[in-house]
């Protein structure tokens, strides 16, 4: 997948480096099952695309991180197509399911929040279970090109967690949106 179109304007809300390119990978199933609970369970990018939309809807009113919010939206449909693409690549479907728990993706897996703070700190803590998740994933495949694709993935990750931390430092107030 190209890089660049993807960097120009997200790279204040990704880390400052290029995705690595996968090439030559062999079908693996084990593999692709692993991954499709990043791509579409409960925890996934497909839910994190989801979450940072819905939630920026209800942020309108505050322009600066109603703009963060659509540009980290599309940082996660990178992701998204990073992980649909490997996992098309490993000689699999990517399905909106995860093969993990066997369950297709759901509008109920986003959070939905409504005030200021809590949307903050909702997404803050899905973005950590999602480091968590990746570094599960690296200990569990062991392919160096697809553990550095997740770590570099977890780098844009742990940016948006520096971002919604500081917009959580700043709000002085938790004020309901809805």
């Known amino acids: 997948m190209p890089d660049t179109p993807y960097r120009a304007p997200l790279a204040p809300y990704q880390a400052n480096l290029p995705y690595p390119e996968i090439k030559g990978i062999e079908p693996n199933r084990r593999f692709a099952i692993l991954l499709s609970d990043a791509y579409a369970g409960r925890g996934s990018e497909m839910t994190a695309v989801n979450q940072y939309l819905v939630h920026s809807y209800y942020l309108e009113e505050y322009p600066k991180i109603y703009q963060t919010y659509q540009k980290i939206a599309q940082v996660e449909q990178i992701h998204l197509q990073l992980l649909g693409k490997l996992i098309h690549d490993l000689g699999s479907q990517p399905l ?10 759901s509008g109920s897996f986003p959070n939905y929040e409504y005030s200021l703070g809590a949307i903050l700190e909702s997404d803050i803590r899905r973005e950590l279970e999602e480091i968590s998740h990746y570094k599960l994933l690296i200990r569990q495949i062991n392919d160096d090109h697809i553990q550095r694709l997740l770590g570099r993935i977890i780098l844009d990750e742990q940016r948006h967690v520096q971002i919604l931390s500081a917009f959580l430092a700043d709000s002085s107030t938790d004020i309901t949106i809805v």
Do not use: I
């Not at 909106?96 to 993706?105: A, F, G, I, K």
């Open 96 to 105: 909106l399911q995860s093969r993990v728990t066997n369950h297709y993706w």
